[in-house]
């Protein structure tokens, strides 16, 4: 390997490592929370939580389209040394979150009500879900701008300020998620309290880097800081709502929506048939898909680092180094996912201990660690290719991909299994993450490979 290659590798864990570590914070702060409310006294407590989280991220992971989008348009915005250009990408998807988080809250009761009514579940699991939601809607604004923030921040190769901004974030989460639910017991709603606060100290944290370090700022009034900030808007309002550019931002976040959308009913469709299996299967699949985040997470920062290179790589019309990037990218996706294989499957039957002592709960997740343990195996290449396709900003392959694997593989294949239960749901959800994988990995390959790169 020459000194180039392994240029190419550092460049890679520069962006990727602060990544990884910061994407595991998310994830890791869900296990808190079901390892809080799993060693309390009954089941429905983390159901009811697990189904009213879902009901939220719903709409956060359906907007995921806002982080997405904006850290390739960002990448390739720094590619092109266009710092306005990067600086519109901001600020269009600051307005649209607001926007979208905003009517949420106004029609709070029609989406809450119609979510509730279709999650199913015992009656105990309904009402502590329907307290957690009235508390979390009110943090979707916050949490739709920190999806702007991160994208933006990885785009413009800021790695180590997403890390410690999202460090940050959840450790003002995990401090009072044990404050309120061990010390002041407010139960399901300590737990929705947390998050709704830092939520928006997240917000918070990260327009105040953004303008210090885009601005140099040295002053320390309050005046001349937000003089900073309009003398900006001003600047850049007739560009931000030129037709041309709205037309294509918005093209690119169909898209994405569209492709978050199936990724969101697979998720959805699991919480409420686990729901209707039994409040111990709802609080299994609760353990068992915080498995799934932390591995996910983990893996999307080889892809996160990819989406910025790759996206770098096509500012930049540099075909060759695209193609290295996607190259180092899969054998270092593969090596990650073979060590979170190894973890699970010694140490998986440990990691639900820790989560909860409620016996049929313990034994009931046992039953099912061995699909934790194949998944990282089978869903890495979906994950990097996603990068991939992010950093192109090729959004029409990635949803197509996910069409067909939410409607020709993922319920085909519950329809087949759900004679199996619960093992059903999880084998449907593995054949859905390969066949992404694949055919994400395929159109690459025979496509976009030795194609060159146009205007």
Known sequence: ???????????????????????????????VDTAVLGHLDQAYYLGGSTVGAMII?????????????????TAQALGQQDNQKSL????????VAGIVGGTL???????????????????????????????????LPAALANLVILGWLLGNHKAKAVMWLLIATNLINLSLDLLFVLVFNWQVQGVAAATLIAEYSGVILGLTYIVYDKNKIKHRTVR??????????????????????????FQLNRDILIRTLCLEICFVFITF??????????????????F????????????????????KAQGQKNVKQRNYVVKIALFWTG?????????????????????????????????YIHWIVILPILGCWCYLFDGVFVGLMKTKVMRNSMIVATFGCFFPMWWLFQGFGNHGLWAAFSVFLLVRGLSLAWHYYRVIEKQPISE
């Open 88 to 95: 519109l990408v901001l600020l269009r998807g600051l307005l």
């Open 292 to 311: 799934v985040l932390l591995i996910s997470f983990g893996l999307d920062g080889i892809a996160n680092a990819t989406e910025v290179l790759v996206g």
């Open 1 to 31: 390997m020459n000194i180039n290659n392994l240029n190419q590798h550092k460049q890679l864990f520069i962006i990727a490592l602060p990544m990884i570590f910061s994407n595991i914070t998310i994830p890791l702060l869900g296990l």
């Open 224 to 249: 001349i800081l937000f003089n900073v900030i309009l003398s900006k808007l001003i600047y850049v309002k007739e560009e931000l709502f030129e037709k041309s550019s709205l037309i294509h931002y």
């Open 335 to 367: 090596i990650f996912a073979l060590t979170y294989s190894l973890l699970f499957a010694i140490a998986g039957e440990f990691f639900v201990g820790l989560l909860t002592d409620i016996p049929k709960v313990v034994i009931s997740t046992k039953q």
């Open 57 to 73: 991220t719903f709409v956060t992971w359906l907007c995921g389209f806002l982080r997405m989008s904006t850290t390739g348009l």
């Open 105 to 139: 809250i106004l029609f709070q009761s029609f989406y809450l009500d119609l979510s509730l009514g279709l999650a199913g579940g015992s009656e105990k699991i309904q009402f502590y879900a329907k307290q957690y939601c009235d508390i979390r809607i009110w943090g």
């Open 273 to 290: 048939q686990g729901a209707r299996l039994g409040d111990n299967v709802i609080a299994t699949n609760a353990i068992l898909m915080n």
